[in-house]
């Protein structure tokens, strides 16, 4: 099932490094985190010239320039020898792992990831969401379907 919307979560009202951000990093942010084409890992094509369509005075090269803005704040990490971009805390901001069908998602979306550095963030979102969320459901699914990706996260 393709995602109709995007989480934006109030308690972001009160996290520092997201008022350190300006306006348009958090429009364009918010574009990244509702798009149509973002995966259930929080991957999407790193696609500039579709976004700098969404509003009238953004352009190619100002979308590249605060996609890198995001990624030095930690908030992305990009790939452009593999064309993809990763939002770091979309499986914990999005609650992918508490359900079971997202958490297949999930597991089928991982397995396309093809950048090295966005699979490594990703497995770091993971071991702080293992560590803080031992509880959530999804965990026995990937313990069961990744089973080296699990042994990975005890062992971090």
């Keep these: ?60 090269r100002k979308v590249e320039a605060v996609w890198a803005e995001l990624a030095r704040a930690n908030l992305l990490v990009i790939d452009k020898k593999t064309g993809e971009l990763g939002v770091r805390t979309f499986i914990k901001h999005d609650n992918v792992l508490a359900k079971p069908n997202l958490t297949k998602a999930f597991i089928r979306a991982f397995s396309h990831v093809r950048s090295a550095s966005i699979r490594q963030a990703i497995m770091g979102e993971l071991a702080k969401l293992l560590a803080t969320r031992p509880d959530l459901a999804g965990w026995a699914q990937i313990e069961e379907q990744l089973p080296e990706l699990f042994l990975e996260l005890f062992a971090e």
């Design 1 to 60: 099932m393709a995602r109709e919307y995007g989480r934006y979560l109030s308690k972001s009202h009160r996290d520092c490094d997201w008022t350190a951000l300006t306006t348009t990093q958090h429009d364009c942010f918010m574009a990244l985190v509702s798009s149509e084409d973002i995966n259930w890992a929080g991957v999407l094509p790193y696609v500039p010239t579709r976004f700098a369509g969404l509003a009238a005075d953004l352009t190619e």
